[in-house]
């Protein structure tokens, strides 16, 4: 397989897995203490935590919904404008004031006659106006379980609190392709690139949710470390791999060690995450040894400096300003991996 093959296949994937991560990175980005979200931008319930930001009250058929707001719009059905004889429509002509004759589709029935009930159809079998079709979201009786101006969801969009930024998904992807593709130009087809390319997406994830809201979650960082210690392991026992399973244990526990060491000493100017994620990236770059780990350690902590640097001088932040260190631990991690997988 030829080098230009692997890249092109590496981005390939990178592309596809970073179109999943919106919905991630969007559930995650809430502030410190918060619980993740379950909405969508538009307000709606959503689970799951692969794909878009929308769900699927956001596809074609909430949108017919939402372009007739009376609530008059049938599922599956079309809103359209009133016709002559159908309920709910204009008056026929020669009725004065505008209303229905009796016996006239949309008029309202006498005692005694079919429909006269109370919730009934009209004899057509469509709901009239005055009984809109059962379960259509409507300004005065919205769907159950979907957020309303009365009762909002937690944390929905209203005036204090406006809609949630979202994601972008070429932008999430383009920065996952871009990293993968990076990864296989310098690994090659040793076995360890799987590693990478199983990894880099958690990264990029990462990197999206502490930089927009200084939070790295349990749910990513940790399950990162064990993980790519349990893969380091597997590509160890395939031949041509190039690196040691027992370096990169052992700087994971060293740079998890140091991190917390920095956290201890100086509680505001790192938080616990990045500790965390220090165990994670520890263990990747020591793959390739002690030189690896010294120099992606120092690049994180460089390209954190100027980042604050050039935010100081921008007159956008003081030295006081809390920055996220998660991205630029990440991106230290990568310069020293790919400068270990190249040498190696």
């Not at 538009?42 to 372009?67: D, F, I, M, Q």
């Not at 379980?145 to 998904?169: F, K, L």
């Not at 927009?212 to 470390?225: E, I, N």
Request: aromatic content about 8%; some cysteine; glycine content about 16%.
């Amino acid at each position: 397989m030829t080098t230009g093959v692997l890249v092109l296949g590496a981005a390939v994937w990178g592309l596809l897995a970073g179109l999943l991560l919106p919905r991630a990175a969007y559930r995650f980005a809430v502030p410190a203490g918060e619980p993740w979200r379950g909405y969508c931008p538009a307000g709606h319930p959503v689970r799951g935590w692969l794909g878009g930001t929308g769900c699927g009250e956001c596809g074609p058929r909430a949108s017919a919904v939402r372009r007739d707001p009376g609530g008059t719009a049938k599922r599956g059905v079309p809103a359209k404008g009133p016709e002559r004889g159908v309920p709910g429509g204009s008056a026929e002509r020669g009725v004065p004031g505008g209303s229905a004759e009796r016996g006239v589709p949309g008029g309202s029935p006498e005692p005694g006659e079919p429909g006269a009930g109370a919730g009934a159809e009209s004899r057509q079998g469509v709901p009239s106006a005055s009984y809109p079709a059962p379960y259509v979201p409507s300004a005065s009786h919205p769907a159950p379980h979907v957020p309303s101006a009365s009762h909002p969801a937690p944390h929905a969009p209203s005036a204090s609190h406006p809609p949630p930024h979202a994601p972008s998904a070429l932008l999430l992807a383009a920065a996952t392709a871009l990293v993968c593709a990076a990864l296989a130009a310098a690994t090659g087809t040793r076995p360890e690139l799987a590693v990478w390319l199983l990894l880099a997406p958690v990264g990029v994830l990462l990197a999206a949710v502490d930089f927009r809201v200084h939070r790295l979650p349990d749910p990513l960082t940790l399950p990162l470390a064990a993980a790519a210690l349990a893969l380091l392991g597997l590509a160890a026992a395939l031949p041509e791999h190039a690196g040691h399973w027992t370096t990169a244990l052992y700087g994971a526990l060293a740079l998890g060690a140091g991190y917390y060491a920095l956290y201890r000493l100086n509680p505001g100017g790192m938080g616990f995450g990045d500790v965390k994620l220090a165990v994670g990236t520890g263990a990747v770059l020591g793959w390739y040894g002690w030189s690896a780990v010294l120099l992606g350690t120092f690049a994180g902590f460089l390209l954190g400096a100027l980042y604050g640097g050039v935010l100081v001088l921008a007159r956008r932040a003081d030295r006081k300003s809390a920055v996220p260190f998660g991205p630029f631990l990440l991106a230290g991690a990568l310069a020293g991996l790919l400068i270990g997988a190249y040498a190696a």
